[in-house]
């Protein structure tokens, strides 16, 4: 795994402690290699989504921070990493967790971006997203 993708997780980990234990715990699953990014990414949006009740404002505020500055990265595997691993996972557990919106509403123009057109293809309205 690059640098970069580490770089990115490790930013989302330290957002809560929620993800900074699922990181670890996916780092010992997979030792001696590094998880894939993608599937690491979205362990962690699905984390998060099941904290959400335990999560701060503040937190989700930089967890959308940490989102938007890797869709605007010059990486294009972090960018799908983020965008089918992270956002999708998050999207997918809006659907059994209604406080997921409380992110979904945080996330940046690129994120919103990428979610609407997601939710375009699937058939979805992802709560949050379009307002």
């Known amino acids: 795994?690059?640098?970069?993708?580490?770089?990115?997780?490790?930013?989302?980990?330290?957002?809560?402690?929620?993800?900074?234990?699922t990181l670890g715990r996916l780092r010992h699953e997979w030792a001696p290699e590094d998880?894939?990014?993608?599937?690491a990414l979205g362990d962690l949006g699905l984390a998060l989504v099941r904290a959400i009740r335990a999560?701060?404002?503040?937190?989700l505020r930089r967890v959308a921070l940490v989102v938007e500055e890797a869709l605007q990265s010059n990486s294009e595997s972090n960018k799908d990493a983020i965008?089918?691993?992270?956002?999708e996972a998050v999207m997918a557990g809006s659907d059994t967790e209604p406080d997921a919106v409380r992110l979904t509403k945080l996330l940046g123009p690129l994120a919103r971006e990428y979610?609407?057109?997601?939710?375009?293809?699937?058939g979805c309205r992802t709560p949050g997203v379009w307002d």
């Open 1 to 21: 795994m690059s640098s970069d993708a580490n770089t990115v997780l490790e930013a989302l980990a330290q957002c809560h402690p929620e993800l900074m234990g």
């Open 83 to 87: 965008a089918t691993g992270f956002l």
């Open 35 to 39: 998880p894939p990014l993608t599937v």
């Open 115 to 122: 979610c609407r057109a997601w939710d375009k293809f699937t």
């Open 55 to 59: 999560t701060t404002d503040e937190q």
